[in-house]
């Protein structure tokens, strides 16, 4: 039997959006590193780090995989410290799949540095200054 993590994104499914023109006071994510193009890339934009990674308060945003990479975009976003944390959800369960062990079976990261892979990451790690003109982030799923 698998056992499955809740990362509070499963409204994500539903809400699969092309990457827009990114504008000021916008974070746009870059994500690589995508094995397949099945399911969707789900992003979440956090301020609190009590809520990260999959805590109530975060903005979300999901596109599509294509040719192993993703684009989700945060507009309108004040300057301040956030963090995200994505998600491919390979079969679009709304949640991050794990095995009995509780090990990740679908790849996900943080924007920062590379994701810790033996318990959930903490805000400090992934965070990042936001100013008032356009952020570009990328993250990389590769192993």
């Not at 690589?32 to 890339?41: E, K, S």
């Not at 491919?88 to 509780?102: I, K, P, S």
């Not at 790690?125 to 936001?130: G, Q, T, V």
């Amino acid at each position: 039997m698998q056992h499955r993590r809740r990362i509070g994104i499963a409204a994500l499914v539903a809400a699969t959006t092309l990457a827009a023109p990114a504008n000021a006071n916008t974070i746009q994510v870059t994500v690589t590193g995508i094995p397949d193009d099945r399911g969707v890339l789900a992003c979440s934009l956090h301020a609190d780090p009590a809520g990260f990674p999959d805590g109530a308060g975060a903005v979300h945003d999901a596109s599509p995989p294509r040719g192993g990479q993703a684009v989700c975009t945060f507009e309108g976003v004040r300057p301040g410290r956030y963090a995200v944390a994505v998600l491919h959800d390979a079969n679009a369960n709304g949640r991050l799949d794990t095995n009995v062990l509780g090990m990740p079976q679908e790849r996900w990261g943080i924007s920062v540095g590379p994701a810790p892979r033996l318990r959930a990451p903490r805000f400090d790690e992934a965070a990042f200054d936001m100013g008032t003109d356009l952020l570009q982030l990328r993250i990389d799923l590769d192993p």
